[in-house]
T-cell receptor, first 113, second 112 residues
Framework: DTAVSQTPKYLVTQMGNDKSIKCEQN?????MYWYKQDSKKFLKIMFS???????INETVPNRFSPKSPDKAHLNLHINSLELGDSAVYFC????????????FGPGTRLTVT | AQSVSQHNHHVILSEAASLELGCNYS??????LFWYVQYPGQHLQLLLK??????LVKGIKGFEAEFIKSKFSFNLRKPSVQWSDTAEYFC??????????FGGGTRLMVKP
């Protein structure tokens, strides 16, 4: 059973396009996250979403918008893609509270040409 | 704002050598500390975590880490590495919102 899944695994698209990455978790967790890993492997939090409360990292451009249709899903929409958006995007989830580990998905490698 | 520093960017060891990866954090409040591992082409997996209690934490695959509050450190250790330990290792700190701040990662290569 895959705990945290993401689709697609690879996404190649052109500048200016709009794309979405889907994330689903079957762990029954309340909180989900999106992280970006750049080409130097540096990982940075983008969003945290907990029971309809969205916490945004202020450095994330507003072209990025998370959407959560229900507790088990947190999708990432990206408008007007730029070359600098090329990265691996990881979804994660955790139980409620502050003392819980996060479970990561397999990642989506986005390449913008 | 919290930050995490990993001093070793690349480490190359021979099998059976001992490993210690440094991690220092900057945060004024109560911290939860983690080490994650990313094997080539794979997602992040939790190696070990510290929330409270015994500052010496044992994780999976023979890894351990020691939380030294006075030094703001959480170094990862393994007495004898194997070729299969070749991976990227990330130290992380979580804040009150449970959002992880990662260090820059350490790439470990173990020569057979």
């Amino acid at each position: 059973d895959t705990a945290v899944s993401q689709t697609p695994k690879y996404l190649v698209t052109q500048m200016g396009n709009d794309k979405s990455i889907k994330c689903e978790q079957n762990l029954g967790h309340d909180t989900m996250y999106w992280y970006k890993q750049d080409s130097k492997k540096f990982l940075k939090i983008m969003f945290s979403y907990n029971n309809k409360e969205l916490i945004i990292n202020e450095t994330v451009p507003n072209r990025f918008s998370p959407k959560s249709p229900d507790k088990a899903h947190l999708n990432l929409h990206i408008n007007s893609l730029e070359l600098g958006d090329s990265a691996v995007y990881f979804c994660a989830s955790s139980p409620p509270g502050v003392s819980h580990e996060q479970y990561f998905g397999p990642g989506t490698r986005l390449t913008v040409t | 704002a919290q930050s995490v520093s990993q001093h070793n960017h690349h480490v190359i060891l021979s099998e059976a050598a001992s490993l210690e990866l440094g991690c220092n954090y900057s945060y004024g409040g109560t911290v939860n500390l983690f080490w994650y591992v990313q094997y080539p082409g794979q997602h992040l997996q939790l190696l070990l975590k510290y929330f409270s209690g015994d500052p010496l934490v044992k994780g999976i695959k023979g890894f351990e880490a020691e939380f030294i509050k006075s030094k703001f450190s959480f170094n990862l250790r393994k007495p004898s590495v194997q070729w299969s330990d070749t991976a990227e290792y990330f130290c992380a700190v979580s804040n009150a919102g449970n959002m992880l701040t990662f260090g820059g990662g350490t790439r470990l290569m173990v020569k057979p």
